[in-house]
């Protein structure tokens, strides 16, 4: 039973991680015609909407008292801040850079999990995510153009602002990873994500006429792209990403997420038509090669005259 709800949980961790890797192809899109706060708004409002829908579906309710400390937290700031922030930022510094910088939200899910919640870092953990990190910063590196003939993009830059806003932006994650964290101890995940996303959409609600003035004048392909983030990206992969935490550490489940510079590179190469260089190519390895390391556990020795045990 156990081991059936290990798989579960890292099928759930792989739904979230290639919905929120391909999410970055739809931001380039939909951010090209709405500001920050606006699609943030747009997307949380899509996303709310239907989880809204499913949570009556199932008649869940609201969460207990317990929970909403947690779902607050987390609703302002990865659903509300960290949408925003990494928006606008986006917008100061290239792809790259703001890649490298959000990247070290992994390394902070861990060091404030053993911080607040008690958990351990095991050497594998600590291990894998200095791979992974290594390989984030070759593949923004690449993004950026900091290698010739890598297939970045030569018109590279980074204002102080920019780095500065993604750095709020990878805290604003983090603490929401560990803010939710204990919420899902008394919360379903899909009660959990679906009242922090309204959190956000509330906290966002000042951009509500610069959503409806652009929405005015948007590109239908950009509007859909906002649709795409909120029901993909958001309602489903926040709610697999809940499923996958609630069983398993602050830590581990960070650091999974070193997967999406990889399947970035991917998606990016299947529908942009963006051939990856070589450096690229060895950054997404990385970053694999460490999620690898990082989830793995390591073998139990089995006692004299007992079967081994994995």
Not at 123 to 149: D, H, I, K, N, T
Not at 210 to 232: D, H, I, K, W
Request: overall charge positive; glycine content about 12%.
């Amino acid at each position: 039973m156990q081991n059936r709800t290990s798989r579960l949980a890292l099928a759930a961790a792989g739904v979230t991680v290639v919905l929120w890797a391909s999410a970055f192809v739809s931001i380039r899109s939909a951010g090209a015609a709405y500001s920050p706060g606006a699609l943030a708004l747009g997307r949380l409002l899509a996303g709310a909407l239907v989880l809204g829908c499913v949570l009556l579906i199932r008649r869940e309710g609201l969460p207990p008292r317990a929970a909403w400390r947690g779902i607050l937290i987390s609703g302002l700031l990865w659903f509300g801040v960290y949408m925003v922030v990494l928006n606008w930022g986006e917008q100061e510094v290239d792809a790259g850079t703001a890649a490298m910088v959000v990247n070290i939200g992994p390394i902070l899910i861990a060091l404030l999990g053993a911080r607040f919640l008690k958990e351990s870092l095991p050497p594998r953990l600590v291990a894998g995510m200095a791979v992974s990190f290594a390989g984030a910063v070759a593949v923004g590196l690449s993004m950026s153009g900091g290698s010739e003939g890598s297939g970045g993009s030569s018109g590279a830059h980074a204002s102080v602002l920019g780095v500065a806003l993604c750095v709020v932006a990878a805290a604003a994650y983090a603490g929401g990873v560990v803010a939710q964290k204990p919420a899902l101890a008394h919360g379903s995940a899909l009660q959990v994500t679906t009242f922090g996303c309204l959190v956000g959409a509330v906290a966002c609600l000042p951009f509500a006429g610069q959503l409806v003035e652009e929405a005015g004048r948007a590109p239908l392909s950009a509007t859909l792209n906002m649709l795409y983030l909120g029901v993909f990206p958001t309602a489903l992969a926040f709610t697999t990403w809940a499923y996958a935490l609630a069983r398993t550490t602050a830590g581990r489940m960070g650091a999974t997420t070193y997967a999406v510079p990889a399947l970035v590179v991917l998606l990016a190469w299947l529908f942009l038509g963006e051939l990856p260089g070589p450096l690229t190519l060895a950054g997404g390895a990385l970053c694999l090669a460490g999620v690898a390391v990082s989830r793995s556990r390591p073998r139990t020795v089995a006692a004299p005259g007992t079967a081994e045990s994995t």
